[in-house]
């Protein structure tokens, strides 16, 4: 494949994480108690999204203790990540711990960013992950970073929605319940941004 039908693949795909953004960001303004479009000014006129190409070659002479990428938390609002289905190489830190995310056909992982993390007064949380060494053969993976127009301004939207800074009973059922939409969002989509 040369040059330009790579771009032009790649520049679909971009379009197409744009859209499965799009919707889950009503999801996730869902879950906060806001309407569905709520988020949407914030990446008006033109949010700052952008596509990375990772490439990970073999690294058999590296430390036993080095990493494809270090530790690290996404510094925008979410991230769309499709794995390399052969080789998983991404990990999360939690409880304490790092877990191996495995990858699902036909799926993509998403990331809470700093930007949702601070927006949602912690509701969402911006989970510290790291990418593992590529040992026996090079690993690839595309990332999606879904992040809002430069010029607009992130700050905690639960005090002014009147949600408080703890979560009511009712609060976690409708985070529960945009989670479990999300999930179903996910399964339906995932399959047609998928490139062939």
Request: charged share 15%; aromatic share 8%; proline share 5%.
């Amino acid at each position: 494949m040369g040059v330009a039908p790579c771009r032009q693949l790649n520049e679909q795909f971009a379009k197409e994480l744009a859209r499965l953004s799009f919707k889950l960001l009503k999801v996730i303004a869902l879950g906060l108690g806001l309407q569905q479009h709520a988020l949407h000014h914030l990446f008006q006129p033109n949010p700052s999204s952008r596509l990375r190409l990772n490439t990970y070659p073999v690294a058999q002479h590296a430390a036993a203790d080095s990493f494809g990428v270090s530790h690290h938390k996404d510094s925008g609002f979410l991230t769309v990540l499709l794995q390399d289905e052969q080789l998983p190489g991404l990990q999360v830190e939690h409880g304490g711990k790092w877990h191996l995310i495995e990858p699902i056909p036909g799926a993509f992982t998403i990331n809470a960013g700093d930007m949702l993390q601070v927006l949602s007064n912690d509701r969402f949380v911006a989970a510290n992950h790291r990418v593992l060494r590529s040992l026996g053969r090079a690993r690839y993976s595309r990332v999606f970073f879904f992040n809002p127009d430069r010029d607009a301004t992130i700050a905690p939207l639960l005090a002014s929605t009147g949600m408080g800074q703890q979560a009511t009973s009712a609060n976690r059922q409708a985070v529960t319940k945009a989670q479990n939409k999300l999930y179903s969002v996910l399964a339906t989509i995932c399959s047609c941004c998928q490139p062939h």
